[in-house]
């Protein structure tokens, strides 16, 4: 039976959720389930509860509202400073 990588919480077999989870910058070649090279950003796919799931989707969501108000905010100072 899996537990949360995040938690640690036991999961139930039905309730188990894969999420890319951020496991922080690197500069080695990383061999996990997916191999990233030089200075990326390195995610990995995580089995996680359904609350540390929701949590990180919470998060994502969070982070693309963030973008969204930034890119507002650089298209309003474009238009203000075109005038
Ligand atoms: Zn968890």
Do not use: Q
């Not at 309730?15 to 080695?28: A, D, L, M």
């Not at 390195?42 to 969204?68: E, P, Q, W």
């Not at 930034?70 to 298209?75: D, L």
Request: glycine share 8%.
């Amino acid at each position: 039976m899996p537990n949360c990588e995040k938690c640690g919480k036991y999961i139930n077999v039905y309730e188990v959720h894969k999420r890319e989870i951020y496991s922080g910058k690197t500069n080695k070649v990383y061999w996990g389930k997916r191999v990233s090279f030089g200075n990326n950003f390195r995610y990995s796919i995580k089995t996680v509860c359904k609350d540390c799931a929701d949590s990180i989707d919470k998060g994502n969501k969070f982070g693309f509202y963030l973008f969204l108000f930034v890119i507002a905010f650089i298209v309003v100072l474009f238009i203000l400073g075109s005038k």
